[in-house]
């Protein structure tokens, strides 16, 4: 049996509740699973949360909470957001989950058996809010106080000294350097490969995988005392997640059916977790490794780094009510270049969902539409479209043009290369002049028009589905197509002549009204 497209987010972290930082990679990773789906390939979509940790205690602490019924509450809020965003995942994998423990217990075995796991003094300046020992690069220093600060939470670090359990990541370097040679696509884009690649040729250091004094954690198979760290439980969730609900929790039954995962979606801040300690480890317990990790960028709001201090945090859920779930996906995956830092501003995000959606694509469908009412009695003209027609001549290398795009994460291309069809409907409607063709009375040629701007449009909405599924589920309603249409669609369908000539039409309201 063919495995199929595996991939994921990160597992977030439930500090707090989810943010665009969150949404952003989770919108992105949805966006894929949906193409591939329309590809006919099997998918198995993973997000979840990762709720372990010293950071975690003390957040509960500070609420006055469990650990645990702080993890829910932030879970569940998570789940939510999902739902309104449309993300439809496969698996919801929680680090709480019962079923997780005895997969982290063998995979810690396999690397302890391999000899990769030693007990030893770790010291060094700690982040607790990235829950990672810093590099003197990785610092800035307070100059009057002389305190070093996490340079990305801008948090005090301290110093921290304990007998833990250490991975030996230095024995993996070398290894580690020859499959970065030999899978050049391992580490995208291109930019991220070369900062990871110039980090591990720094030189690695092994790092500590258990936790003295955190009580909330999985316990170490050979040291109840300590608990393991969180990254190394956390990066283990990707398999966890993999098990079918009737599994017993084992290695061998997770890993059964989907791994190696096809593609981690991950923030630049973690990447070196996903693109070197990931890896290393999968290396030590004898896995294959994943297809692809890929580092997005981060995002900033009017030029000035997001944060609850400067009040300028974009709140998802709040954007998805105000201006409706479709357009932030739209906006997020179109406009800002996947992969690159960006920068969010609110006037901007109105004047492409204007442009794009209300001026381009809504208008398109409702002025065709509503012709079609008026010349062709509500229904879709039977006719014949020559392929030198120049609608159908664009149209024709789309699929396989977006296919290539939505392979390669450049959703930003495979959005505009569909909205230049769309622009170019609009163009070809003003220079055709069905409304003069039919005060002349050459209905016929009507007909080819308008035909020709419904089938475009209908293409643009299949390929434009991963990004706005509910609003190109309303342009195959208003083409008159039964509801079982939309549901069974495959990305065949964005080839030319797939709209039955005589289906009557069912006008609605404007497609994206104008944000004003």
């Not at 509740?17 to 949805?30: E, Q, V």
């Not at 896995?287 to 400067?310: E, N, Q, S, V, W």
């Not at 083409?479 to 369908?493: C, H, I, K, Q, S």
Request: aromatic share 12%.
């Amino acid at each position: 049996m063919t495995k199929g497209f595996a991939l994921t987010t990160p597992l977030y972290y439930v500090n707090a509740l989810p943010h665009i930082g969150s949404a952003y990679p989770t919108m992105a990773a949805d966006a894929v699973a949906r193409y591939y789906r329309l590809r006919g390939v099997p998918v198995r979509f993973v997000t979840g949360t990762d709720e372990h940790g010293l950071k975690i205690e003390r957040r509960a602490l500070e609420r006055g909470l469990s650990p645990k019924a702080h993890s829910d509450e932030i879970a569940s809020g998570f789940e939510q957001l999902w739902q309104l965003l449309s993300i439809h995942y496969d698996r919801f994998i929680r680090t709480t989950d019962p079923r997780h423990k005895p997969i982290v217990r063998e995979f810690f075995e396999r690397c302890w058996q391999a000899g990769d796991i030693y007990k030893g003094r770790y010291s060094g300046l700690y982040c607790v809010d990235c829950e990672e020992f810093k590099r003197p690069d990785d610092l800035y220093t307070d100059e009057k106080t002389g305190q070093s600060f996490c340079k990305i939470h801008s948090k005090p670090v301290r110093e921290q000294d304990e007998e833990n359990y250490i991975f030996a990541l230095s024995r993996y370097q070398e290894r580690l350097e020859r499959y970065y040679d030999e899978h050049p696509y391992f580490i995208q884009p291109d930019f991220r490969s070369h900062e990871v690649r110039n980090f591990v040729a720094q030189g690695l250091e092994d790092f500590s995988i258990s936790r003295a004094n955190v009580e909330w954690g999985l316990p170490l198979p050979v040291d109840p005392s300590q608990t393991i760290y969180v990254w190394f439980d956390a990066l283990i969730g990707y398999i966890t997640a993999l098990l079918e609900p009737d599994d017993e929790p084992t290695l061998e039954n997770a890993l059964a059916r989907w791994w190696p995962i096809d593609l981690h979606i991950v923030g630049k801040d973690i990447l070196r977790f996903h693109a070197i300690y990931w890896p290393a480890m999968l290396m030590s317990a004898e896995l294959p490794l994943p297809g692809c990790i890929f580092g997005h960028g981060f995002l900033t709001r009017d030029g000035k780094k997001m944060g609850k201090a400067a009040g300028n945090v974009i709140d998802p859920d709040a954007l998805a009510r105000q201006y409706g779930t479709d357009a932030v996906r739209y906006y997020f995956l179109k406009e800002i270049e996947f992969g690159r830092d960006n920068d969010f501003s609110e006037e901007r995000f109105r004047a492409i969902l204007n442009a794009d959606l209300a001026n381009d694509l809504g208008n398109l469908l409702n002025r065709t539409v509503n012709m079609v009412a008026r010349y062709c009695g509500g229904v879709v003209p039977s006719v014949v479209i020559e392929p030198s027609d120049p609608l159908r001549e664009q149209a024709a290398g789309l699929p396989a043009l977006c296919a290539e795009h939505w392979e390669s994460l450049r959703f930003s291309e495979a959005a505009a290369a569909v909205l230049y069809l769309v622009r170019s409907g609009n163009k070809y409607l003003d220079t055709q002049a069905p409304w003069a063709l039919f005060k002349k009375g050459e209905q016929a040629q009507v007909e080819q028009v308008l035909y020709a701007v419904l089938e475009s449009v209908r293409i643009a909405a299949v390929l434009l589905s991963p990004l706005i599924p509910a609003l190109a589920a309303e342009i195959y309603r208003q083409l008159g197509f039964a509801d079982r249409v939309w549901e069974n669609l495959t990305w065949e369908a964005a080839q030319w002549g797939g709209l039955p000539p005589d289906q009557p039409l069912r006008p609605g309201a404007p497609l994206f009204a104008r944000l004003d």
